[in-house]
């Protein structure tokens, strides 16, 4: 289909969640909202987003010659500011008023974006925990992850430890082998209820508190798992001084390099209601 030609549909309007969802979410740190998108609209936007993330790929090694992190997926950051249909779905008023009703905030702001295409044969994601790469003060912090096409546990599902993200940050670990033999042993030690989808429908998205642990397993289909991820973070927090390298670089990546202990507010992180 040419993108030219396509009108692609609003996405401005709010769903109302149920009670169940915004209880499991304060408890379990996760929670899987059905239907975020219909059929006919994550439709349209798959093609753009498949299309962006082709475009941006940067990743030409065989899989073979890849360490665990690269493995894992394919991952294409901020596809919003290259393209402009992909921008009408991040920066959509939808999925953000989900995020801010889970999180019990007023408003919120985008964080970053980032395409997940776990190829047919790519690798587990090893456990880890999101926020390890965020120098942001608060613990409202929110990932949005939805498969643009219909997904199973053999294509690579999100994995969750229900409730571990009240015990904050754990590791001081990049998503890596050690973070897995670390975080795996942890989760085995506290007993912490492992919950995964069997399936997930295109639309369908999980939502996931930054200091969450999650893996994923091996894509052992002949399918690519296309998922898009919005992380969202409250409206009010502030820049932090750098726990590790990774947050440094976060911090001109994705803030501008907005001084330690000021407002989270730049260009990069427009207020979505």
Partial sequence: MDRELMTLPCLDDFKRLSGENIVEFKEKGHTLIEQILSPDEVAAYRIAIV?????????????????????AFLQIMNLWQNDKDVRQFVLA???????????????????????????????PTPWHQDQYYWPIDTHNT?????????IDEDMGMLTFASGSYKEGSIFNFEISDESESAFDAYVKAHQF??????????????????????????????????????IYVADGARVTPYKNSWQENDHHKWLMCKPIGELIDSELNPVLL
């Fill in 51 to 71: 299309q962006a993330a082709d475009k941006y790929n940067t990743e030409t090694r065989a899989m073979e010659d890849r360490d665990t992190y690269g493995k």
């Fill in 93 to 123: 008023r939808r999925m953000a008023k989900i995020a801010a009703d889970l999180m019990g905030v007023d408003n919120v702001r985008l964080y970053h974006d980032q395409a997940l295409f776990k190829e047919p044969g790519g690798g």
């Fill in 142 to 150: 929110v990932t949005m992850w939805m498969p643009l096409v219909d």
């Fill in 193 to 230: 209820a492992i919950s995964r989808a069997k399936t997930m429908k295109a639309g369908d998205a999980t939502w996931h508190r930054g200091f969450t642990m999650h893996h994923a397993n091996g894509n052992n289909s002949n399918k690519m798992r296309e998922v898009m991820t919005i």
